[in-house]
């Protein structure tokens, strides 16, 4: 599945594209492999303060909310994964929101 990351500044925006190269739903929680400026495994779920991603492989993790949520997921994960990884991860996740059972 391919889809375009939008990093919007001030007086321009750049533009890359993200693949999800493996989705997998274990029941409790989802394993997605993203390939685009790097590779990021990212483990999704949900517990009882909501949703949660993991990215073992950068040692990060976060609380979000609703995949649908494109802003707020954004901001948290671009606090853990740095700017391109973070709006790349929300937005494979947007991508994937009607497959995700949240």
Known sequence: MVFECIN???NSSETWVGRIIDFKSYGTHYEIRIES???ILVLFGKTAQGAFACMPDFG???HLVDPRDLFWNTERLIRV???VDG???ATALNVLAD????
């Open 8 to 10: 919007k500044m001030k």
């Open 37 to 39: 400026r790097s590779g």
């Open 60 to 62: 990060a993790g976060c």
């Open 81 to 83: 994964l740095g700017k």
């Open 87 to 89: 709006i790349t991860v």
């Open 99 to 102: 497959k995700i059972s949240y």
